[in-house]
T-cell receptor
Framework: KAGVTQTPRYLIKTRGQQVTLSCSPI?????VSWYQQTPGQGLQFLFE???????NKGNFPGRFSGRQFSNSRSEMNVSTLELGDSALYLC?????????????FGPGTRLTVL | AQKVTQAQTEISVVEKEDVTLDCVYE???????LFWYKQPPSGELVFLIR??????QNEISGRYSWNFQKSTSSFNFTITASQVVDSAVYFC??????????????FGKGTMLLVSP
């Protein structure tokens, strides 16, 4: 079974621009979560989608948004990029199994903001 | 608030040594789940194990073993006879609100394991 895929793998943007990252979950997984990983803050939860609805959101400004499509693929968007948005953005997909979800991660998109 | 602490920032061992990675968690939930993930230099987080709060049985999988102790809120991970390929950052994580319909992971800061030949 194919794993979680993320595109693009690398991005370089300048301050003020916006960016869209894409995630395709494992087949059959309807939940998609996004995490930001930075050296200073570690892994932080951004948001989670299930059946095209955002079910949970982390403590990030409104510049960070996402959506999920009917085929469970998800995108996240960051508008008005800041230098501090440089990070590895990880997407994870999951489905409920024996009481909770086990999240399986993609390879990530490394975003550099100049 | 839920919290995961991995006090060891970096560990260096020589191949074939045993190594234990510590994880201490805090939660007010009575039902929760604990996870370990491995992040090699490529960046992808690889799922290793999941444990629920009602199952304190230790687990062994090949060279890997996990010791879950609710009394000390710890979920430690031991690699026996370490190999160079074990070099990676290891994350312990706690699942929030498992009965709410969604699961969000709270991660520790990670422990970088360097195994030298």
């Amino acid at each position: 079974k194919a794993g979680v895929t993320q595109t693009p793998r690398y991005l370089i943007k300048t301050r003020g621009q916006q960016v869209t990252l894409s995630c395709s979950p494992i087949s059959g997984h309807r939940s998609v979560s996004w995490y930001q990983q930075t050296p200073g803050q570690g892994l932080q939860f951004l948001f989670e989608y299930f059946s095209e609805t955002q079910r949970n959101k982390g403590n990030f400004p409104g510049r960070f948004s996402g959506r999920q499509f009917s085929n469970s693929r998800s995108e996240m968007n960051v508008s008005t990029l800041e230098l501090g948005d440089s990070a590895l953005y990880l997407c994870a997909s999951s489905r409920r199994d024996r009481g909770t979800d086990t999240q399986y991660f993609g390879p990530g998109t490394r975003l550099t903001v100049l | 608030a839920q919290k995961v602490t991995q006090a060891q920032t970096e560990i260096s061992v020589v191949e074939k040594e045993d190594v234990t990675l510590d994880c201490v968690y805090e939660t007010r939930d009575t039902t929760y789940y604990l996870f370990w993930y491995k992040q090699p230099p490529s960046g992808e987080l690889v799922f290793l194990i999941r444990r629920n709060s009602f199952d304190e049985q230790n687990e062994i999988s090949g060279r890997y073993s996990w010791n879950f102790q609710k009394s000390t809120s710890s979920f430690n991970f031991t690699i026996t006879a370490s190999q160079v390929v074990d070099s990676a950052v290891y994350f312990c994580a706690l699942s929030e609100n498992p009965n709410s319909g969604y699961s969000t992971l709270t991660f520790g800061k990670g422990t970088m394991l360097l195994v030298s030949p």
